[in-house]
């Protein structure tokens, strides 16, 4: 996936309550507080509070504590009341306070709440008695956590923290927030699992039960209204043991998951997906699943309705009708002891094509999944799947059916012919707003797609793979992240495409190989960097934003246009395509890619179009020591590297309707913003301390925004939305400041440092 792609997803995914933090990308390895522990006599305020509120208005303010060391207790209070935590002596030393995530001076209006206990390295926490039902615990390291006989919103298990919940009443249980798992995608940072365990028992009720990290869970004589668990590492699998257990409604069971069910009542659906193992005794459910590469041995259980698959792993099984036959193929899901469903009750929803065997599908018009691994061959015609996904040097065929969402790896090969990718769109509510993101095919590794006479919803091209399209509709996106061949040709007819985004960049490139030809584009965004070439293409009722370099010196853009300076592209027009395109009517730069020490001034940069869009925004990417200064800008998606700065006065970085927006600033990178700048969703996370801050501004605006690692924000006299502060590894400096008259409607100050 892409950056753009993933902070579309940043965008969306936000059920889980915000972000934690970008462990893996900024916290150093073996980095830890265990030595700086050592040192209380030296640092005896140890650490400064993460978030810091001058002379400001805080609508709500939600703060906690974080506890570094010792074993603490909490007795028979409620959220009426705030606890307070004794300093823990350590012998010979002196003491160790127990800090808290905010420090507030001079405060003109700040409603606070306590929301937060964080704990780190060893420390310890026994809750008894206990009603707070917004309270969110944290737990990293080897941290220990016992929750007896309490109502509390939400615990996260995170390293190789222990969480005991007995006898009480939880919001949700998570090992990961959904929203970091998605930052990762950002950086291009590779997500690890952990080893952190969790027991739920004697009694325990849990609305939400969510393991993404591979966390091993204990259930038992508990009511879980839904969960999910699976493990991004195969060799790290979430080990599941439920017992006498009931899910209110749903429990789906993903990738590298190994779980035992025992007298467990499931009032809708048991899922197993992925490559899931299930060994299922005395189960109770209206429906089970079974589909993919998964596994499931139900034993003595009365289940109403069974939607099973098969695995074709030797010769060729002919899938028609829901029917099979063949001699190579076995059923997913065991049935043993007194285990009884009704034939009219089973439905084979599933097929999997692995070890060179071969399967036809035929006039299937309902299944779940269709997937193929090591070299195994599938063909499909005649069919609707929901999931189809390729692994592992396997082979499609797929004609004259259609698809929900289509996913390649590996060396995977997909033809398509007369085929329809309906797609779908990811919706959820972040912020107060709820943003749509599309979904149709995605192709990763070095997987190749051919696809003609066929319409797709939306397409992402990532990694290395490759795409062969021919008269072809995209109804939304096309999103080519690949470094890999695209060719969108028109031997077989024209193509049409809403909206195209080619975003693959090397610093100043060239990179890709991309030919477009007689498509009529509604939109196009290309990369300076992207070799891409546009023949007999299409643009009299559409707009081309093009990539511009800027590798030395210094450029000027004004209104769209680059009026001095050197800067350079890999795109090429054919005269067909130019004749269709008007230089500052529907052309304009909409990617810079500023590199080295090069300087990019901007200025003028909001226009309208005559083409029904409102207004048009650039995209910038920066690298190195380069710099910008940006005046009466309209911005989409900015990305700032290395020592990178920039300066924006009157510039806005908000919803548009031709691309994603944030500003997203890593590394030593800077920025100062002032003058009514508008920014709606920023990013900013460091992996090592410096002493300039990632965002400074004034007399701005900021909407929703994430700090995390060693990042620091100041603002003064600015408006600010929702800030997410799980900043502070610099643990002697403030990560968020608000200062002098600074009004925000929501701060949520978790904890200190990078957090997984």
Request: glycine letters at 8%.
């Amino acid at each position: 996936m892409g950056k753009k792609a993933a902070v579309g997803l940043i965008i969306i995914i936000g059920v889980a309550g915000g972000i934690a933090g970008w462990y893996f990308f900024l916290r150093p390895k073996g980095a830890d507080y265990s030595g700086l522990l050592l040192l209380p006599l030296l640092l005896p305020e140890l650490p400064t509070p993460p978030v810091k509120v001058d002379s400001s208005i805080v609508a709500d303010l939600k703060h906690g504590v974080g506890i570094f060391v010792g074993d603490y207790t909490l007795k028979n209070f409620d959220s009426s009341i705030v606890p307070t935590f004794p300093d823990f002596e350590i012998p010979l030393l002196g003491t160790l306070k127990v800090q808290n995530t905010t420090l507030v001076t001079n405060p003109i209006s700040v409603t606070g709440s306590f929301t937060y206990i964080n704990l780190f390295e060893d420390a310890s926490l026994t809750m008894t008695n206990v009603s707070y039902p917004n309270l969110e615990i944290n737990c990293f390291g080897d941290s220990v956590l016992l929750v007896d006989n309490c109502t509390i919103g939400a615990i996260y298990a995170r390293e190789n923290s222990k969480v005991t919940v007995k006898n009480s009443t939880v919001g949700a249980i998570y090992d990961a927030d959904l929203t970091t798992l998605t930052v990762y995608e950002v950086l291009d940072v590779e997500f690890e699992g952990i080893t952190s365990k969790i027991k739920i028992l004697n009694n325990t009720m849990v609305s939400t039960v969510i393991i993404k990290a591979g966390a091993d869970a204990e259930i038992d004589s508990s009511i879980i209204g839904y969960m999910l668990a699976e493990s991004p590492e195969s060799d790290k699998p979430a080990i599941l043991n439920i017992t006498g257990s009931t899910i209110g409604s749903n429990i789906t069971l993903g990738a590298s998951t190994d779980a035992t069910l025992n007298a467990v009542v499931v009032a809708q659906t048991l899922r197993l997906e992925a490559d899931a193992i299930g060994r299922v005794t005395s189960l109770t459910a209206t429906l089970v699943e079974v589909v993919q590469g998964a596994q499931c041995l139900l034993i003595n259980s009365v289940v109403g309705t069974l939607n099973y698959g098969i695995v074709c792993a030797a010769l060729t099984t002919t899938v028609n009708a829901f029917v099979a036959t063949g001699a190579g193929y076995q059923n997913n899901t065991v049935l043993a002891g007194t285990t009884t469903i009704p034939e009219i009750n089973k439905h084979l929803v599933s097929v999997l094509a692995i070890n060179n065997a071969i399967a036809n599908i035929i006039n299937c018009p309902g299944l779940d999944s269709v997937m193929a691994a090591n070299f195994g061959n599938v063909s499909m015609s005649y069919s609707l799947a929901i999931y189809v996904i390729g692994k592992d040097s396997s082979i499609f065929n797929i004609q004259l059916s259609s698809i929900i969402t289509l996913v390649t790896f590996d060396q995977s090969n997909v033809t398509m012919d007369q085929v329809t990718v309906i797609g779908t769109t990811i919706s959820v509510s972040i912020g107060g707003t709820s943003i749509g993101f599309p979904v149709g095919i995605i192709t990763s590794d070095n997987s190749i797609v051919n696809m003609q006479n066929s319409t797709a919803y939306a397409l992402t091209g990532g990694d290395s793979s490759q795409l062969y399209l021919d008269n072809i509709t995209i109804n939304l996106l096309l999103d080519i992240e690949t470094t890999g061949i695209v060719q969108v040709t028109n031997t077989l007819g024209g193509n049409t495409i809403l909206a195209l985004e080619v975003g693959i960049g090397t610093q100043g490139g060239p990179v890709g190989n991309v030919l477009i030809q007689g498509a009529k584009i509604a939109q196009a965004t290309v990369k300076g960097s992207a070799v891409t070439s546009f023949v007999t293409c299409d643009f009299s009722t559409g707009i081309l934003l093009e990539g511009i370099i800027v590798s030395s010196g210094t450029v000027l853009l004004t209104a769209g246009v680059q009026t001095s300076g050197t800067s350079s592209n890999y795109t090429t027009l054919d005269g067909a395509t130019k004749a269709s395109l008007i230089t500052g009517l529907n052309r304009f730069i909409g990617y810079v890619e500023v590199n080295n020490s090069a300087i990019l001034n901007m200025v003028n940069y909001q226009w309208s179009t005559p083409i029904g869009i409102s207004a048009v925004n650039v995209s910038i990417d920066m690298y190195h020591n380069s710099q910008a200064n940006l005046q009466n800008a309209s911005l989409g998606l900015v990305f700032m590297f290395n020592s990178s700065s920039a300066n924006m006065a009157n510039c806005t970085i908000q919803p548009p309707i031709t691309a994603l927006y944030a500003l997203v600033v890593v590394h030593e990178a800077s920025v100062q913003c002032s003058l009514g700048t508008i920014i709606t969703l920023f990013l900013v996370g460091r992996e090592n301390a410096q002493s300039a801050y990632s965002i400074t501004c004034s007399n701005s605006i900021l909407g929703l925004g994430f700090v995390v690692g060693y990042a620091k924000i100041q603002c003064t006299t600015c408006s600010v939305g929702i800030v997410e502060c799980v900043a502070g590894a610099d643990t002697l400096a403030y990560a968020v400041e608000l200062l002098a008259g600074t009004q925000a409607s929501q701060v949520n100050a978790r904890s200190w440092g990078p957090l997984a």
